[in-house]
């Protein structure tokens, strides 16, 4: 099983270069989410959503948009790149509330 | 008080000891309550579900008190593969966790040495 499928795993940006991280889930999952995670921090939500057509902000949207036009993708752009973005993002997914969320091994990004 | 609160640690324990981690949550209404491990640079992975009565997978023992807002790990026999950052994490909702927002905490981290 897939699971939850992020790419690309790594990626170098400079200041100012726009890219979208992919996450894709097998799992027929409503809810999807993006997180960040820098070094020695706990994960921080940057966006959710709870189903196709459906987003909404977390605690750290700035800089960051998402889409979610099928159930199985949930995109996270970045459109102006900044140092403070180098982190690792991480894409989870879960089947609805109460249940757990499946992880995907996230994208290692440094913007330089 | 911190929606999800851990001790950092690092506990650096030998192998075969028994280890316990704690977690305080600050939302009284919170309904679901896992406990997740993280290896170094790796993605969190769900270690087990925390219920109410208590519950027990192997080694790993797991605690909820409600009353208290606690909730607890217990490794017994910890192995070297056991060294790894453990996140309490806690949905945030306040209405039955229909969004299925998690708060995650920061971690304890667990070193075992031979």
């Known amino acids: 099983n897939a699971g939850v499928t992020q790419t690309p795993k790594f990626r170098i940006l400079k200041i100012g270069q726009s890219m979208t991280l992919q996450c894709a889930q097998d799992m027929n999952h409503n809810y999807m989410y993006w997180y960040r995670q820098d070094p020695g921090m706990g994960l921080k939500l940057i966006y959710y959503s709870v189903g196709a057509g459906i987003t909404d902000k977390g605690e750290v949207p700035n800089g960051y948009n998402v889409s979610r036009s099928t159930t199985e993708d949930f995109p996270l752009r970045l459109e102006l790149a900044a140092p403070s973005q180098t982190s690792v993002y991480f894409c989870?997914?879960?089947?609805?509330?109460?249940?757990?969320?499946?992880f995907g091994d996230g994208t290692r990004l440094s913007i330089l | 008080r911190k929606e999800v609160e851990q001790d950092p640690g690092p506990f650096n324990v030998p192998e075969g000891a028994t280890v316990a981690f704690n977690c305080t949550y600050s939302n009284s209404a919170s309904q679901s309550f896992f406990w997740y491990r993280q290896d170094c640079r790796k993605e969190p992975k769900l270690l087990m579900s925390v219920y109410s009565s208590g519950n027990e997978d192997g080694r790993f023992t797991a605690q909820l008190n409600r009353a208290s807002q606690y909730i607890s790990l217990l490794i017994r026999d910890s192995k070297l593969s056991d060294s790894a950052t453990y996140l309490c994490v806690v949905n945030r909702d306040i209405y039955g966790g229909s969004q299925g927002n998690l708060i995650f905490g920061k971690g304890t981290k667990l070193s075992v040495k031979p």
């Open positions: 989870a997914s879960m089947h609805s509330g109460n249940q757990p969320q499946h």
